[in-house]
């Protein structure tokens, strides 16, 4: 089949997109388009340029050394890190190439914070529709093109499936990353008091905890007599905090999205299976995309 593939942003697991690519390719089926929000541009314009094993094999062998080599603090600029040496890695696997060279059509999308808007990309170089669509705001810093603030494409449609609707395909696949285990529903509202609470419900909040951050290693701490908060799990760090809350904020951006334009096929990566920055863990993330797609196209006869 004619497969017009959508690949969600949510950092490090995004190497699932690897394992989803490959499973689909593994059972015949041509992909003729591709569109991708973030780390969803990065392996999405990789598989377009022709580059997805080049890409893998460089995923396969980095360690938390290298990332921590590639880290530039950058000082009172609007992001904690800067993306130079990043991009020089990407430019050695992805090569030179501008989208409208590609074999195939090709969306990244990042986010105008000026304008308030998404935007995509379809022509220009791919490195640098890439490097737009990447920058987590905070985190990375953004860029200026064209006199517009761009950052990552996820702080507006984390899994663009506008880009799939006039294209000539069977079928639109889509990868997202911001799953929940089955069993999990989304919640609604709930009410609750900001009296004091007589029982501690600590344990259940270090359970929660366990629940969506897997490096999460909380300890019961009591609290102070005159202090109406619980203690925070003293594990609880910054990449945490960032993970729980774009986890979050993306999920429920991209499931109001999906419910106006679903795809044929959606392959859910769940949240828990990394943290956005787990780049040194590319060999399980990928797999785990593989056999979550796997299941997804026997469910639908691919």
Same mark, same amino acid.
């Given at each position: 089949?004619?497969?017009?593939?959508?690949?969600?942003?949510?950092?490090?697991?995004?190497?699932?997109?690897?394992?989803?690519?490959? +499973?689909?390719?593994? @059972?015949?089926?041509?992909?003729?388009? %591709? *569109?991708? =929000?973030?780390? #969803?541009?990065?392996? &999405?314009?990789?598989?377009?340029?022709?580059?997805?094993?080049?890409?893998?094999?460089?995923?396969?062998?980095?360690?938390?050394?290298?990332?921590?080599?590639?880290?530039?603090?950058?000082?009172?600029?609007?992001?904690?890190?800067?993306?130079?040496?990043?991009?020089?890695?990407?430019?050695?696997?992805?090569?030179?190439?501008?989208?409208?060279?590609?074999?195939?059509?090709?969306?990244?999308?990042?986010?105008?914070?000026?304008?308030?808007?998404?935007?995509?990309?379809?022509?220009?170089?791919?490195?640098?529709?890439?490097?737009?669509?990447?920058?987590?705001?905070?985190?990375?810093?953004?860029?200026?093109?064209?006199?517009?603030?761009?950052?990552?494409?996820?702080?507006?449609?984390?899994?663009?499936? +506008?880009?799939?609707? @006039?294209?000539?395909?069977?079928?639109? %696949? *889509?990868? =997202?990353?911001? #799953?929940?285990?089955? &069993?999990?529903?989304?919640?609604?509202?709930?009410?609750?008091?900001?009296?004091?609470?007589?029982?501690?419900?600590?344990?259940?909040?270090?359970?929660?905890?366990?629940?969506?951050?897997?490096?999460?290693?909380?300890?019961?701490?009591?609290?102070?007599?005159?202090?109406?908060?619980?203690?925070?799990?003293?594990?609880?760090?910054?990449?945490?905090?960032?993970?729980?809350?774009?986890?979050?904020?993306?999920?429920?951006?991209?499931?109001?999205?999906?419910?106006?334009?679903?795809?044929?096929?959606?392959?859910?990566?769940?949240?828990?299976?990394?943290?956005?920055?787990?780049?040194?863990?590319?060999?399980?993330?990928?797999?785990?995309?593989?056999?979550?797609?796997?299941?997804?196209?026997?469910?639908?006869?691919?």
């Amino acid at each position: 089949m004619r497969i017009s593939l959508v690949l969600g942003s949510g950092g490090a697991r995004g190497y699932a997109h690897i394992g989803a690519i490959e +499973e689909l390719l593994s @059972r015949g089926h041509e992909i003729v388009a %591709v *569109a991708g =929000s973030s780390i #969803g541009a990065l392996v &999405g314009g990789a598989y377009a340029a022709g580059r997805l094993d080049d890409l893998k094999q460089t995923a396969l062998k980095l360690t938390r050394a290298d990332l921590w080599m590639m880290a530039q603090p950058s000082l009172n600029t609007p992001g904690l890190l800067k993306l130079d040496r990043v991009m020089k890695r990407m430019e050695q696997v992805v090569g030179d190439v501008r989208i409208e060279e590609l074999p195939m059509p090709y969306t990244a999308v990042a986010t105008d914070l000026l304008a308030g808007r998404e935007i995509w990309f379809h022509s220009g170089p791919l490195l640098t529709a890439i490097r737009a669509s990447i920058a987590i705001p905070s985190v990375f810093q953004p860029i200026m093109l064209h006199g517009r603030l761009l950052v990552d494409g996820g702080v507006v449609n984390p899994l663009p499936m +506008e880009t799939s609707l @006039r294209l000539d395909a069977d079928l639109t %696949v *889509a990868v =997202s990353l911001f #799953g929940r285990e089955r &069993g999990w529903e989304h919640g609604s509202a709930i009410e609750i008091s900001s009296d004091e609470s007589s029982s501690n419900p600590l344990n259940r909040l270090q359970e929660r905890l366990a629940d969506v951050l897997p490096t999460a290693r909380a300890r019961a701490v009591r609290s102070a007599p005159t202090d109406p908060f619980e203690p925070l799990p003293p594990d609880l760090d910054l990449t945490d905090m960032l993970t729980m809350s774009l986890d979050v904020m993306h999920e429920r951006i991209q499931a109001s999205r999906v419910a106006v334009n679903p795809p044929d096929v959606h392959v859910e990566v769940p949240a828990r299976t990394s943290t956005l920055f787990d780049f040194d863990q590319a060999a399980r993330i990928i797999e785990i995309g593989r056999q979550l797609a796997a299941e997804q196209f026997d469910e639908a006869g691919l």
